[in-house]
C-alpha cells in the first residue's frame, strides 16, 4: 500500500460567525490528479490557504507522506514539497524566465545565467514543455505566464502541485496544453490537486472528483462513474443523490414565485449587439456578445469570475471601447462618443467590481467619495463645489445604509469593505440612475444589508431602471434576475427568461457545458 | 510613551548623525556651532534688513511653490519651473516695448499677464507631449528647461540684448512697469502682494472648486477619476499649464519687482527649491508662503553665515541641506505613528 501525498483529516475553518470549511478529510495519492469542485464561497480556496501554510485550520490534521505536519507560512509549504500555483500569478514582468525561477532561491554573488538556462530547460522538458529561459515574462501572454509559474513550483522538489483555477484564462488550445503537462506530472508520481470550476477539465485530465458545497465535502468519487449533471447538482444544492447514477435527467429546481414583470413594451435601454472585448493582456474575453435590457428589467450576468464580466462592465461604463460590436446605452453609441462623462449624464450608475481600484480614493473622505460619480453633474454645483450638500447627502447615506463611521469627513479608507460597499451603492444610486451597472453588488456585505442591497435593486427596477447585475452568486441571481447571460470560457450563453430556466442549466452553462 | 517604528528610528539617527557630523564639521572650520546658528537665525529671520530679505527671495519661491504644489497634487511631476520661469519672463520682456508708453495701472497688469501666459505656454508644451503622446512629463520638463535656458541666452545677446549691445542683458525696464516698492530702504515689492493673491488663488482653486477636486481625485488615484468621468489627460495638460502659468508669473515678478532688466542665472536654482517647499508644505497652499519663507530665511542667514564666519561657502550648502532634511524627517514621524 502506497503512503498517500497528502492527507487532510476533519479540517474546519471559522471565520467569525461563518464556518468556510467544516470536517473536511480529502486523500491524494502519489500521481493522482484530483480535481476540488464548488461554487464561489463554497471553501476551496480555503482549503488551498490551509494546504500551502496560508491560515492555519482550527481543528483537524494535516499529514504529508504520512507524516503529521504545521504549515505556519508558504515557507513551510514550499520546504515540505508543496508547490501551488495561484489564480493570479506573482511575476516580474522585467525579469527573463530563468532570472524569475532564480528570484529567492540564488544566493548572494554573480548569477550563472548558462547554468540557469540549462536548469530551466531541463525541468521544461521533462514535463515536455516548451520554454525559452531567456524570454522576458511580460513579453509572455497568460499561457506562457502560467506555464513560467508552474516551472517556478517545479524549480523545487514537489511531490504535491495545487492548481488554482488554472484554465479560468486560458484558450482551450492552451489548456489542451496545460493538461499534457498534467499528465506528464502525474506520471512523474506528482499528485496534483487542481481546483476548478469548469466540469471540461474534470473529464479531461482528472483521476477523482471532489465537491464542496457550503464548507462541506459532499461526494469525492473516481471521475469514471461521475456524471456531469450529477456533479453540477451536487456543486449547485450540495445533492449527492444524481452524482453517481449516469443518465437521469436533473430535475428543474423550482423558482420561487415570483410577479412575471410585464417588461415588453418599456423601452430599450441597454443594447449590445455582437460585442467582442479582449482582456488587458490581449487574450479574448468576450465574443459575439448580444442582448438588450429593457427599462424595469434585471438582466443577470452570471458565470465564474473572470469570463469576461469586469471587462463587459467596464465597457458599457464608458471605461472601455468594444473591440468589434456595438453598445448603445440611452442614446449613446459606442461607435460615436462613448466616455463615462457621458455615459454618467445619461443617467448610467456604475458599481464597480473592484472596488479599492476604481470605487473609492481611500485617503479622502466619505463625502469627498460620495462626489465622485456625480462630479459633471450639477448637484455639487458647477465650478465651486457645494461641499455641504455633499456632507448632507453623506450624512443621510450613513443612516439609511448604516454606515459604521465616525461621519462623513473620516477617510473611506478607514472604513471595512462592507461599509465602503455601503458608501458606493448609495452614491451610484442618489440619483435616481436610468441604468445601473451592478458587479457584483452584495459582495463582503453581511446577510442583513445584502437583504436590503436586493430591497433597493428591486425597488429600482419597480421605478423604472435597467439594471445589469453581475454576479456568481446562483442565489443571487434567482432572487433578483428577470433574465439571465451567462459568460463561460469566452462564449455567451443565453439571454434566457428565469422562468424559461432552471439552475442547473444555468450552473451547468456557468461550467462551460452546453 | 512615544512608540516609533524602525523607519522613524532609523530616521531619527541619521539625522542625529547628520548633525554631530555638522557640528564636527563647524569645529574643524574654527568656528563655534553656536555662533553659526546665532547668526543662521538671527540674520535670516531677526533684523529688519534680514527681513526684508527673506521676504524678497520668498516671492519667487512662494509663486514656483504653488505651481509645483498644483501640479504634485494631480501626480504630475513638473521639474520645468525654471524653464516656465525664464520664458514667462522673457515673452514679458519682449512685450515690455509695446507696454511701455501705456499708463502703468494697464500696462503692469498686462506685463505680469504676459509672463504668465509665456509660463503656461512653456509648460503646456510639456502637457500636450505628455498628454497627447505619452511622454513622461519629468523627461519633457527637464528638456524644455534647458531649451529655455539657450533660448533666454539668445535673446538677451540678439533680439532682446539692451542697446548699448555690450552686456549680455536687456534694457532695462521703464518705471511705468516696474512693481512699487513697499517699504523705503528694503527691495520688497508689490510682488509680495501678488504672491499672497495667487496664494488666496490657489487655495481657492484647490480646496473649493470642482478642479481642484479633479487634480486630488487624479494625483491619488487615477482609475477611480476615470471611472467619475475625468479625463487623467486633460488634468495632466492642464495642471502642467497652470503651474508654468505660475513659474513664469514669478519670472516676470522677479525681473520687474527685483532686478529690472532680463540677465543670465537671474533665477537660478528656484525651480528645485520650489520641489522643496511644496513637499515641506506637503502640497497644501496655504502653508506653501510658510515653507518658502522659512527657505528663504534660511538662505539670506547662510549668506550672513559665509560673509561673518569662517565656515567655508561649500559647508554652508551641508547646513541649509541638514535643516530640510530634518524638517522632512520631523514632518513623516507623525504620519508613521498613525499607520
Known amino acids: ?514 | 510613551m512615544l512608540v516609533l517604528d524602525r523607519d522613524s528610528r532609523v530616521a531619527l539617527m541619521a539625522l542625529a548623525a547628520c548633525a554631530l557630523l555638522l557640528l564636527g564639521l563647524i569645529a574643524l572650520a574654527g568656528e563655534s556651532p553656536l555662533r553659526v546658528l546665532a547668526i543662521l537665525i538671527g540674520d535670516g529671520f531677526l533684523t529688519r534688513a534680514g527681513l526684508a530679505d527673506a521676504l524678497v527671495r520668498s516671492i519667487p519661491l512662494t509663486l514656483t511653490g504653488l505651481g509645483v504644489a498644483l501640479s504634485f497634487r494631480a501626480g504630475v511631476f513638473n521639474i520645468g519651473v525654471d524653464g516656465q520661469l525664464l520664458i514667462g519672463a522673457a515673452l514679458a520682456m519682449a512685450c515690455a516695448p509695446i507696454l511701455g508708453p501705456l499708463p502703468s495701472a494697464l500696462a503692469l497688469p498686462l506685463l505680469l499677464l504676459a509672463g504668465t501666459l509665456g509660463g503656461a505656454i512653456w509648460g503646456g508644451i510639456a502637457g500636450i507631449l505628455k498628454a497627447r503622446f505619452g511622454a513622461n512629463e519629468i523627461i519633457a520638463t527637464i528638456m524644455l528647461n534647458y531649451i529655455a535656458i539657450q533660448m533666454v541666452s539668445w535673446l538677451i545677446r540678439g533680439p532682446l540684448q539692451e542697446p548699448m549691445g555690450i552686456f549680455p542683458r536687456s534694457e532695462k525696464l521703464t518705471a511705468s512697469l516696474r512693481l512699487p516698492i513697499l517699504f523705503d530702504g528694503t527691495r520688497l515689492s508689490a510682488g509680495l502682494i501678488v504672491a499672497a493673491l495667487a496664494c488666496v488663488a490657489v487655495w481657492f482653486l484647490v480646496a473649493r472648486s470642482r478642479y481642484g477636486y479633479a487634480l486630488t481625485v487624479t494625483g491619488k488615484n487615477a482609475d477611480a477619476a476615470r471611472y467619475g468621468g475625468i479625463q487623467p489627460a486633460v488634468i495632466a495638460f492642464s495642471v502642467l499649464c497652470l503651474s508654468g502659468a505660475l513659474a513664469g508669473l514669478a519670472g516676470i515678478v522677479e525681473v520687474s519687482g527685483l532686478h529690472g532688466r532680463l540677465q543670465e542665472g537671474f533665477a537660478g536654482g528656484i525651480g528645485i527649491t520650489a520641489i522643496a517647499v511644496a513637499l515641506l508644505a506637503r502640497l497644501s497652499p496655504l502653508w506653501v508662503p510658510v515653507a518658502a519663507f522659512g527657505f528663504a530665511g534660511l538662505y539670506v542667514g547662510s549668506d550672513a553665515i559665509a560673509r561673518l564666519t569662517a565656515v567655508p561657502f561649500p559647508l554652508v550648502h551641508v547646513i541649509e541641506g541638514t535643516i530640510v532634511l530634518a524638517f522632512l524627517v520631523l514632518q513623516i514621524m507623525p504620519k508613521a505613528k498613525d499607520l
Not at chain 1, 517545479?154 to 504535491?160: A, E, H, I, Q
Open chain 1, 1 to 514: 500500500m502506497t503512503v498517500p501525498v497528502l492527507e487532510l483529516t476533519r479540517l474546519s475553518k471559522r471565520y467569525g460567525e461563518v464556518t468556510a470549511v467544516a470536517g473536511l478529510s480529502l486523500k491524494l495519492e502519489p500521481g493522482e490528479v484530483v480535481a476540488l469542485l464548488g461554487e464561489n464561497g463554497a471553501g476551496k480556496s480555503t482549503v488551498v490557504n490551509m494546504i500551502t501554510g496560508m491560515t492555519r485550520p482550527d481543528t483537524g490534521q494535516i499529514h504529508l507522506q504520512g507524516k503529521e505536519v504545521h504549515l505556519d507560512t508558504p515557507r513551510d509549504a514550499l520546504d515540505r514539497g508543496i508547490g501551488v500555483v495561484h489564480q493570479h500569478y506573482a511575476l516580474v514582468g522585467n525579469f527573463t524566465v530563468a532570472e524569475t525561477l532564480a528570484l529567492g532561491r540564488a544566493g548572494p554573488g554573480v548569477l550563472d545565467r548558462k547554468v540557469l538556462h540549462a536548469d530551466v530547460r531541463r525541468v521544461a522538458e521533462r514535463i515536455g514543455m516548451q520554454m525559452d529561459p531567456a524570454a522576458l515574462v511580460g513579453s509572455l501572454d497568460v499561457a506562457g505566464q502560467q506555464r513560467v509559474e508552474i516551472l517556478k513550483a517545479l524549480s523545487r522538489k514537489v511531490s504535491l502541485l495545487v492548481l488554482d483555477e488554472p484554465t479560468a484564462v486560458l484558450s482551450p488550445e492552451d489548456a489542451a496544453r496545460l493538461f499534457d503537462v498534467v499528465r506528464a506530472l502525474r506520471a512523474d508520481g506528482v499528485a496534483i490537486l487542481m481546483v476548478t470550476h469548469r466540469l471540461a477539465d474534470v473529464f479531461a485530465v482528472c483521476d477523482r472528483a471532489a465537491v464542496m458545497h457550503a464548507g462541506h465535502l459532499v461526494c469525492d468519487l473516481p471521475v469514471a462513474s461521475a456524471t456531469k449533471q450529477g456533479l453540477i447538482s451536487a456543486m449547485i444544492s450540495g445533492n449527492t443523490d444524481m452524482a453517481q447514477l449516469p443518465g437521469l435527467p436533473v430535475q428543474a429546481n423550482v423558482l420561487p414565485d415570483r410577479p412575471p414583470t410585464p417588461v415588453s413594451d418599456t423601452p430599450i435601454r441597454v443594447s449590445v449587439r455582437n460585442l467582442k472585448l479582449l482582456r488587458a493582456n490581449g487574450s479574448q474575453a468576450v465574443q459575439g456578445l448580444g442582448f438588450d435590457i429593457r427599462a424595469g428589467e434585471i438582466m443577470a450576468l452570471a458565470g465564474i469570475d473572470g469570463n469576461g464580466q469586469s471587462e463587459l462592465v467596464q465597457c458599457l461604463a464608458g471605461l472601455n471601447l468594444p473591440d468589434d460590436g456595438t453598445a448603445e446605452i440611452c442614446g449613446c453609441r459606442s461607435d460615436g462618443h462613448w466616455t463615462p462623462r457621458l455615459l454618467r449624464n445619461a443617467g448610467v450608475a456604475h458599481v464597480p467590481d473592484d472596488r479599492r481600484r476604481y470605487g473609492i480614493i481611500s485617503d479622502l473622505s466619505l463625502s469627498a467619495n460620495m462626489m465622485l460619480s456625480h462630479f459633471f453633474s450639477p448637484r455639487y454645483g458647477r465650478t465651486v463645489l457645494d461641499r455641504a450638500r455633499a456632507r448632507d447627502d453623506t450624512r443621510r447615506a450613513i443612516d439609511e445604509y448604516d454606515i459604521r463611521t465616525t461621519g462623513p469627513d473620516q477617510p473611506i479608507g478607514r472604513l471595512s469593505g462592507g461599509n465602503q460597499q455601503k458608501l458606493v451603492l448609495a452614491r451610484e444610486l442618489l440619483a435616481g440612475p436610468r441604468v445601473i451597472l451592478a458587479a457584483h453588488p452584495s459582495r463582503g456585505l453581511d446577510i442583513r444589508t445584502i437583504g436590503a442591497v436586493q430591497d433597493i435593486l428591486r425597488r429600482q427596477r419597480d421605478a423604472g431602471a435597467a439594471i445589469l447585475l453581475v454576479s456568481a452568486d446562483l442565489d443571487e441571481i434567482r432572487a433578483l434576475a428577470d433574465r439571465v447571460v451567462v459568460l463561460a470560457a469566452g462564449t455567451a450563453f443565453g439571454p434566457v427568461a428565469m422562468a424559461d430556466t432552471d439552475m442547473a442549466q444555468i450552473g451547468a452553462w456557468m461550467a462551460g457545458h452546453a
